[in-house]
């Protein structure tokens, strides 16, 4: 199968919307965005037995691939529209090229991000994707927004997909239930991309959670010269994280990656609009779901507990 004959099998899927004037089959893509929009943009590279285990089956690289983009757009309060695959193969494989479509096309069609071209070569197993978005001018959601006495909120539960991993790659021991949900968390992680919609009404800052809850926190205190004064019995653990010992719970909750969890905080002066409208049941999240763990202080890179002890914790660094 050659390049052409793969793109054509594989990654063109038709139907495509009407903002993008030319996609998939010329030099480049050609799309249409509003004057009154801005445009959002961000890339990642996915290398076989560093960013996922080796075995993963392939639909779930291509979930994840995409997913971990789409986490970015969420972050930043944008509505996805286009995406780039760059792809790399050591050999053709049509099994595991249908998985990766599928998983791929998928969550594309779920979430309405539409592929638009890209590249495949012969290589090492490597995924680079492109995910384009808009937002509305000047409401795009950034690291650099946190003030003094925002406080800070999360969504969803911590430390889930570092024990996945660690179920993958180690004898680590879970009843298979939990077992499984876990490695769910790491394979297939879900873009809160409708979490985003009623966050950026009323957030002045956010962050995915990629590389570890202190580490992509501290990515928000250094942007907004800010420290943190986290209360860790609100942050949330899941059914599956409960079953284990407290400290190994604790540093994965902190430390471990993959979440890709909203991190945000919410000034005084919208604090009580969120709590009602998350407290509805605004597009069908409870206020369950949204925990709030901290506030934001004077203290600028501090991050401490209820007690004033400094959290240190480090997370994923790549390199």
């Not at 992509?216 to 800010?226: P, R, W, Y």
């Not at 059914?239 to 010992?245: D, N, S």
Request: with cysteine; net charge neutral; charged share 20%.
């Amino acid at each position: 199968m050659h390049e052409f004959d793969l793109i054509k099998e594989y990654f063109t899927w038709g139907n495509s919307p009407t903002d993008v004037i030319k996609g998939v089959g010329d030099d480049a893509a050609i799309l249409e965005i509003l004057p009154h929009q801005q445009l959002v943009t961000s890339i990642d590279t996915f290398i076989s037995g560093v960013h996922f285990p080796e075995n993963t089956p392939s639909e779930a690289i291509g979930h994840k691939a995409l997913a971990v983009n789409l986490s970015d757009l969420a972050a930043m309060g944008a509505t996805p529209r286009w995406f780039t695959l760059a792809l790399t193969l050591p050999d053709i494989n049509p099994e595991w090229l249908t998985g990766f479509s599928l998983g791929l096309k998928t969550l594309a069609q779920e979430y309405n991000c539409f592929l638009v071209g890209g590249d495949t070569t012969r290589g090492s197993l490597s995924v680079t994707i492109q995910v384009m978005g808009v937002v509305d001018k000047g409401k795009a959601l950034m690291r650099s927004g946190a003030k003094v006495g925002d406080s800070l909120y999360l969504t969803g539960t911590l430390g889930d997909a570092a024990i996945g991993l660690k179920t993958i790659q180690t004898d680590f021991s879970m009843q298979k239930e939990h077992r499984d949900h876990c490695q769910q968390h790491l394979n297939k992680p879900i873009p809160r991309l409708k979490e985003s919609t009623i966050i950026r009404q009323f957030a002045s800052s956010c962050i995915d959670i990629s590389d570890g809850f202190l580490q992509d926190l501290g990515h928000i205190l250094k942007a907004s010269n800010v420290g943190a004064q986290i209360t860790l019995a609100n942050l949330p653990l899941s059914t599956a994280l409960k079953t284990l010992p407290r400290k190994i719970a604790i540093n994965a909750m902190l430390s471990g990656g993959d979440d890709y969890e909203l991190l945000f905080t919410v000034p005084q002066k919208n604090k009580e609009l969120f709590e009602k409208y998350i407290k509805k049941g605004g597009d069908g999240y409870y206020k369950e779901y949204y925990k709030e763990i901290g506030v934001i202080t004077h203290q600028a890179g501090s991050i401490i507990d209820g007690t004033g002890k400094k959290l240190s914790l480090t997370g994923f660094k790549h390199f």
